[in-house]
């Protein structure tokens, strides 16, 4: 993973852990289902987003490099990896 993506992801990941400790104090405080709701709802979408730039980085670099290896066994292996993500985890929006 490239150093900027680390960095992202990890600023990212540590963002997402305040709204899930929020959603927490929520819960516990018994706010309001709808609030509580849309909470759940914005940690969904920043948590996609942390797929799409994980993805991204991955695409950039390992996808790339296997590609240019010029190794058709690498190149499909890689290839395989990229359908099992989208399989497993549908479209990425973001």
Known sequence: ??????TQTKQRL????GQVAGIQ?????ERYC????LQVAAVRAALDRVGKL??????ETCVADAF???KPRERRQKLN???EVF???????G
């Open 14 to 17: 540590a963002r997402i852990a």
């Open 1 to 6: 993973m490239k150093p900027a993506v680390k």
């Open 54 to 59: 994980v993805l991204t980085g991955h695409v």
């Open 34 to 37: 709808v609030d509580v709701l």
């Open 81 to 83: 990896e990229l359908l």
């Open 68 to 70: 240019a290896s010029g």
């Open 25 to 29: 104090r929520m819960v516990e405080e």
């Open 87 to 93: 399989a497993r985890f549908g479209a990425l929006d």
